[in-house]
Structures are given as structure tokens and as C-alpha cells.
């Protein structure tokens, strides 16, 4: 195997991270199970809760990121800001199914339906669609420079669209009132759940941190291979019918990619 | 030739399809007053140069100066000057000969799009069929209009893809008018062809591409026909300038 | 602003005497707007949501036909290259596309909206719902002319341009199926609120699709 | 009551065997790349991944 490197910076926030996570979301669970009282009219599915506002705040966080990429991407065409982007929109879109997941779950007993056209379940669900459409943009563009400008366009219009579609969709629920709201969250919450849900909030907004960091290496190593796989072909010698062999310009490129 | 900025310098260009590499560390300058025949065998690379000079298409690495500025950054500046003709015609079938120039005239900022449009029509021969739509032109009367419009804002270079395909011999006529007046007028022409002796009748200087690279570069003088039919042929490397 | 207007002058030409989608765009709009007969039975009781509701539909659908051509047809005869070879910055060419496709949406509403009146006897003549309709298609149409040139050189244009176009314009079909609805049934002075929405998302979305519409069309 | 507890553990179950899925699927994508550095810094010839 590879002899052990000294871990640099980067390789200690990652494990840092992932440790953090993991301890805070092991208190959150423990928390949502034991800790947190049982709902008077919900019963024990109103826990759900725990799991799935967290998961709708990361959804939203990723798309606010993946703009944040975009925006950078746009105006300096930095590759550093649109593998924020794409990291990020990758995350997003598994949030955003798990958030339409444990809502329908939760859902089910309360409404005896799997679906509510309820505001903010809405909105997830068009965001969910708005992540597919990102990544058929990237991977129908025919080239990947292209791709990721198509897909900046699309991040930057779909997150200003994001609160503008939750509000269209907020008004046309008050012209057909459904019975119940689906969350209890709001200041009324009585304190242990609060406690409850921050720590469940902070511990997914961890696990958030550790993928988007580990996320953003592996892109980034991809990025530095494709780049040598490039300068391969674009070699005097090489040429372009044989398959890719990196291997004879390895070492005059610097050896950024060998840690 | 004069010491001023050359209208295009590009050093070390590269440009890669997926893994097709079709320009492989190309050096090529177009000076004031030269007529540069691009030839090569089908797949050399000719368009894409062409393409890349027109500020069509991005280059995957290396430099394209025209005018003494980074092409890429400057586009509208250097496509107010330079006239382009492709494979493609840029005309559009439904308008007339007339309204076609008319509409580039306007596009290129022109005042007076309605006398440049007839001057750019009488230049090219197309006067009598100036009010017909463009879908009625034959292949060859289509080329022409073509031209029109490329020499519509009087533009410093020409970038010419093919531009003799379908032009009869009065038709080729008029093309080499156009290059020899704007080549007399300070001007720069860069143009591909599969006619090999119509080239070398009107270039300056001939440069021949292979497999993505430049092979021969050199003063029209300076070769014979077979030296430049074996570049393209052989795809020999041969010390050019 | 002379270019934009010679290039919305070449689009309607071109279209008006080639009549590559404009035709198709029209016959799609009335063909759904009668298919609406069976679909939702409109004769009785309170028609007036799935009435407007279906009126939309059919704007939006054959929007997206007509929008989902104009850039493509561009693309495919090599005219767009001619455009850009133009010393005009992108954000021209978008102006030109965007407001000759308003127009082309407008025209198909111009059709319809008397057909529509015709089947169902439901007031769709009244000028507020004409208001609505051209707020609609402006919203529509700079959205549309945006992702119509991402498409245009992508693969699976026809799956992408709903795909992408859609979710994005939720707010735009809301507001305007609403609006229409509360036209029908009352005076419509309810409305204004969703005329408001419709606004500011056109201000919004055209603005942003001119600004983003460079890193679009460049090669 | 009872079948209100099944909801619970069907949505914490279905969260958390995501998020194992998808650090699996890092996981890949992290391994194959281990892979190809390891044969860029070997140097051999062998064909491409």
C-alpha cells in the first residue's frame, strides 16, 4: 500500500469533521429518541421532525451554495468555484429527496396521504426538480466547459426562483386551506424539543461540512487528472489515436497530485 | 513588410475535441497587405483555425492576438473588423438579396445601409437579382451574396472557408478581384481552398497544415506546386519561415 | 437599439414568410384548448378554474413549441454564428430574440382568447385578462429565450427545454391561472395581488436572462 | 399508537441507509482514484483506467 503521507492540513479537517459530525449526530439521535417528549396528538411519528427539518435546511443551504459557486464560476471562471457548485448541488439533490421522503413518511399518519401540497413541501419538491434539471444541463452540454457554464446559468436563476416559488406557492395554498401544517417549528416549540432540533441542526450541518470537503477533493483530484490527461494528449509525441497514457508526463507536471 | 502590429499573432495554440486533437501548437501571423492560402488535406485542421481566428471558437490553449489585443477578450472590436465566409451561408432564405445586406449592414453599425448594400451587390454581380429571396439563388449566386456580406463593413481581414466552392469561373472572377483589392488596400485575406493552382495563383503566402500542425509556412515565391502537393500529401515536417 | 429592432424585424419576417413554427404554434393552442372540452367538463357548475387553468396550458405548451424552434432553427442553419460574427454584444441578440418571441406568443393569445370566449362563453375578452396574458408571455419569453440557446445546443433539446423551463416558471402559472380565475368569476379587482407577482418575476427573470444570456451564446 | 413508532424508524431507517449509500458511493469514486494515482506514480504504460 502507499506508505502513510504525514496527514497535511486538509486531510486533518476532513477526519476533524467527520468525527464531529458523528459524535453530535449520535447526541441529536439520542436525543430525538429518548430525551425529546412524545407529542400529544402525533404520538412518536412527530419525531420524524427531528430528521426531516434538518433536512430541509441543508437542502436549502446547498442551493444557497451552489449559487454562491455559481455566481463565483460566472465572474472569474475560477474551476475551484465550480467544483463548489457542483459538490454542493450533488448534496443538495440527496437532501432534497430525503426532506420529500421523511415528509411523506410523516405525512402518512397525520394526513392518511403520502402527499399535502403544503408550502414548503412544494417548494422542496420543485427545488428537487430544479437539481435534476442542473444535472442533465451539465451532462447533455456536449463539452465540460460548457457544461458548467450552462449549469452556472441554471444555479444562479433556480436559487433567486427558490423563495420566489415558495411564496407564489404560500399564497395559492391560503385559496385552498388544507387542515393541518405539517411541522410544529416556530417559537412555540417547548424547550427540550428546541434543544432537540438544534443539535440534530447542527450535527447534519456537520455531516454537510465533511461531504462537501471530501466532495471537493475528489473533484478537485479529477479536475488535476483530467488536466494531465490533456497535457498528455496535447504532447509533442502523443497522439490522440491511442488511448491515454499519462504516465511519460507525470513528472514534469508538479507534483501536486501525488499527495 | 511594415513594422505596425500584425492583424492576427497566435503563438502555441492548441484546440481538442474530446480526444480528436485538431490544432497541435500552431504559430501563425497575418501581416498588413498578405494573402494567406491555408491548405491541407481533409481533417488538418483548416476550419478550426479559420474558426479560431474568427473568434468562433476558443482556443484550448495558447494566444490569439488580433489587432495587437487578446482576441478572445476584445470579440466585438475584432469581428467589426474582420469579414467572415463559412461552410454555412450566414444569409437567411426567406429575405431578399437586398434585405439580407441591408439587415448585416444595419447589425454592423452602418449608416448608410442602403447604398452599401447596393455597392456591396454590384461588387459581387449580384445587382440583377437583388430583390429575389436568397432561397431562389443557385449554389454558386448564394456564395456570392455570402461574400457581400462579408465585405459589407469593409473590414480590415477576411477569413474565407472555402469561399470558391460552387463559383463558376465568372464567379471565381469576383473572388479574386475581392482578395487582389484587399490586398492592394492594406488588408489582410486568410482563406482555405481544395484548388490547389487557384491558391497559389492568388496568395502571398502559403502555409499547409497536417494532422493539427503547420508543415510548411513560406513566401509564395519560395515554393514550387509539387513542394507544396507533397506538404499535403506527406505531411512531411518542413523548416518553414 | 436599432439592431434590436432590425433583428425583431428579421425574425417576424423570416417567420411570416417561411412559417416554421408560428403556424404549428396556433393549431397547438386551439387544439388544446377544445381538447379542454373532454378533459374537464366546462358546461357546469364553477368552470371558471379549469377553464383558465386550461387556457394556460395551452399558451404555455405552445410557447414552449414555438420558443424551443426559434433558437434552434438559428443554430441548426448556421445563422446564429452570423449573428455573433456581428459586432453587437449578446445581451442585443438576446433583446431581439426575446421581444420577437413575445410577439409570436401573443399572436397565438390574440387567436385564441376569441375561441376560447367562442367554446365556453367564458369572459376571456375582458382587458384585464389581456393584461395577464401579456404579462405572462413576457415572463415566459425571457426565460424561454434563455434556456431555448442552452438547449439549443444540447443534446435531447425536446426533454430539456420542459424540463428546465417549468419548474422554474411555477410561479409564473400560478399567478396567471389564479389572476385569469378571479377575472372570470368576479370584476377581477382580487387580482392584483398576482398581477403584482407576475411583475416583479418578469422584472426579475428578463433581467437576469439578458445578463447571463453572454455565458450562454459563447462559443 | 403503536404503528406510529413504525413511521418513525421507516424514516430514520430510509435517511440514514441514504447517507451510508451515498458515503459508499464516495467511497468508490475516492478508491478509483487512489487507483489512478497509484498507477500515474508507477509510471507503467499500462492502458488507462
Redesign the interface.
Known amino acids: 500500500m502507499m506508505q502513510r503521507k504525514p496527514a497535511n492540513r486538509s486531510d486533518m479537517l476532513v477526519t476533524g469533521l467527520g468525527v464531529l459530525a458523528v459524535v453530535v449526530l449520535t447526541l441529536g439521535i439520542f436525543m430525538a429518541f429518548v430525551y425529546a417528549p412524545t407529542d400529544r396528538d402525533q404520538g412518536d411519528a412527530q419525531r420524524i421532525f427531528y430528521v426531516h427539518v434538518p433536512m430541509a435546511w441543508l437542502a436549502y443551504l446547498a442551493m444557497g451554495v451552489v449559487f454562491i459557486g455559481s455566481v463565483g464560476y460566472?465572474w472569474k471562471r475560477s474551476a475551484r468555484m465550480d467544483r463548489l457548485a457542483r459538490s454542493s448541488a450533488e448534496l443538495g439533490f440527496l437532501f432534497t429527496t430525503l426532506v420529500l421522503i421523511t415528509g411523506s413518511i410523516w405525512g402518512r399518519p397525520i394526513w392518511n396521504a403520502w402527499w399535502q401540497w403544503e408550502a414548503r413541501l412544494t417548494t422542496t419538491l420543485?427545488l428537487w426538480?430544479?437539481f435534476?434539471?442542473y444535472f442533465?444541463?451539465r451532462a447533455?452540454?456536449?463539452d465540460a466547459e460548457?457544461g458548467a457554464?450552462?449549469a452556472?446559468?441554471?444555479g444562479?436563476?433556480?436559487a433567486?426562483?427558490v423563495p420566489?416559488?415558495h411564496?407564489?406557492?404560500k399564497?395559492?395554498r391560503t385559496?385552498h386551506p388544507e387542515p393541518i401544517v405539517l411541522d410544529t417549528a416556530g417559537p412555540n416549540l417547548p424547550d427540550s424539543m428546541l434543544v432537540t432540533l438544534l443539535v440534530c441542526l447542527a450535527g447534519f450541518t456537520l455531516l454537510y461540512a465533511f461531504l462537501m470537503v471530501l466532495k471537493m477533493q475528489i473533484e478537485w483530484a479529477r479536475d488535476v487528472l483530467a488536466e494531465r490527461e490533456l497535457t498528455a494528449l496535447l504532447a509533442p509525441e502523443g497522439n490522440q489515436a491511442e488511448r491515454r497514457t499519462v504516465a511519460t508526463v507525470s513528472h514534469k507536471v508538479s507534483g501536486a497530485a501525488e499527495d | 513588410m511594415t513594422g505596425e502590429t500584425p492583424y492576427f499573432q497566435i503563438e502555441h495554440v492548441y484546440k481538442r475535441f474530446g480526444t480528436k486533437v485538431a490544432l497541435r501548437d500552431v504559430n501563425v501571423t497575418l501581416a498588413a497587405g498578405e494573402a494567406v492560402a491555408l491548405l491541407g488535406a481533409n481533417g488538418a485542421g483548416k476550419t478550426t483555425l479559420l474558426r479560431t481566428l474568427?473568434t468562433?471558437?476558443?482556443p484550448t490553449r495558447g494566444t490569439v492576438m488580433a489587432f495587437g489585443v487578446d482576441a478572445w477578450s476584445a470579440r466585438?472590436?475584432v469581428?467589426?473588423r474582420?469579414g467572415?465566409v463559412?461552410?454555412?451561408?450566414?444569409?437567411?432564405?426567406?429575405?431578399s438579396c437586398t434585405?439580407n445586406l441591408v439587415?448585416?449592414a444595419?447589425?454592423?453599425?452602418l449608416s448608410n445601409e442602403q447604398t452599401r448594400a447596393t455597392e456591396a451587390l454590384e461588387q459581387v454581380g449580384l445587382i440583377r437579382r437583388a430583390e429575389d429571396?436568397a432561397a431562389t439563388l443557385s449554389r454558386g449566386l448564394l456564395q456570392r451574396l455570402n461574400l457581400a456580406?462579408a465585405i459589407l463593413h469593409e473590414p480590415a481581414v477576411l477569413v474565407l472557408d472555402e469561399p470558391d466552392t460552387g463559383l463558376d469561373a465568372a464567379g471565381r472572377e469576383v473572388l479574386s478581384e475581392i482578395v487582389r483589392s484587399q490586398i492592394a488596400g492594406g488588408g489582410g485575406v486568410v482563406l482555405t481552398t481544395h484548388a490547389l493552382e487557384y491558391a497559389l495563383e492568388l496568395a502571398t503566402r502559403v502555409i499547409v497544415l497536417a494532422d493539427g500542425r503547420v508543415v510548411l509556412d513560406d513566401e509564395r515565391g519560395r515554393v514550387t506546386d509539387d513542394t507544396v502537393a507533397q506538404a499535403i500529401g506527406g505531411g512531411a515536417v518542413m523548416a518553414g519561415r | 437599439m436599432?439592431?434590436v429592432w432590425?433583428?425583431v424585424?428579421?425574425d417576424l419576417?423570416?417567420e411570416f414568410?417561411?412559417r416554421e413554427f408560428l403556424g404549428a404554434m396556433v393549431v397547438f393552442a386551439l387544439i388544446t384548448i377544445v381538447t379542454l372540452n373532454f378533459a374537464f367538463d366546462l358546461s357546469r357548475g364553477d368552470r371558471e378554474a379549469p377553464g383558465a387553468g386550461g387556457l394556460w396550458i395551452a399558451f404555455l405548451f405552445a410557447g414552449m413549441l414555438g420558443l424551443g424552434r426559434s433558437l434552434a432553427v438559428e443554430r441548426d442553419?448556421?445563422?446564429l454564428?452570423?449573428?455573433?460574427?456581428?459586432?453587437?454584444?449578446a445581451g442585443t441578440i438576446f433583446l431581439g430574440k426575446f421581444i420577437s418571441n413575445v410577439m409570436f406568443i401573443v399572436i397565438v393569445q390574440a387567436v385564441s382568447l376569441p375561441v376560447f370566449y367562442g367554446l365556453y362563453n367564458l369572459p376571456s375578452l375582458r382587458p384585464m385578462v389581456l393584461l395577464i396574458a401579456v404579462i405572462g408571455a413576457i415572463g415566459f419569453a425571457g426565460?424561454g429565450t434563455?434556456f431555448s440557446a442552452?438547449a439549443a445546443?444540447?443534446?435531447?433539446r425536446e426533454?430539456?427545454m420542459p424540463?428546465?423551463l417549468?419548474?422554474?416558471a411555477?410561479?409564473l402559472v400560478?399567478?396567471t391561472v389564479?389572476a385569469t380565475t378571479l377575472i372570470f368569476q368576479g370584476d377581477g379587482a382580487d387580482a392584483w395581488?398576482?398581477f403584482n407577482?407576475l411583475a416583479?418575476?418578469d422584472v426579475?427573470?428578463v433581467t437576469?436572462?439578458y445578463v447571463?444570456f453572454d455565458?450562454?451564446l459563447?462559443? | 399508537m403503536d404503528d406510529n413508532l413504525g413511521y418513525l424508524f421507516a424514516a430514520f431507517a430510509v435517511t440514514w441507509l441514504a447517507i451510508a449509500g451515498y458515503l459508499l458511493y464516495i467511497g468508490q469514486q475516492v478508491k478509483g482514484l487512489r487507483d489512478e494515482v497509484r498507477m500515474l506514480n508507477e509510471g507503467d504504460d499500462s492502458p488507462g483506467v
Open positions: 460566472m420543485i426538480f430544479i435534476i434539471g442533465m444541463v447533455y452540454a456536449g460548457r457554464r450552462y452556472a446559468v441554471l444562479i436563476i433556480g433567486i426562483d420566489i416559488i411564496q407564489s406557492v399564497w395559492w385559496l | 474568427a468562433l471558437s476558443r466585438p472590436d469581428r467589426a474582420i467572415v463559412a461552410h454555412q451561408p450566414y444569409v437567411y432564405p426567406e429575405l434585405e439587415f448585416f444595419t447589425m454592423f453599425g429571396r456580406r | 436599432r439592431r432590425a433583428l424585424w428579421k419576417l423570416v414568410r417561411g442553419r448556421g445563422t454564428e452570423g449573428l455573433m460574427l456581428c459586432p453587437v454584444d426565460l434563455l442552452v445546443s444540447s443534446r435531447a426533454i430539456l424540463l428546465l417549468f419548474p422554474l411555477i410561479p400560478i399567478g389564479q395581488p398576482w407577482l416583479a418575476f426579475i427573470f437576469l436572462s447571463l455565458l450562454v459563447e462559443e
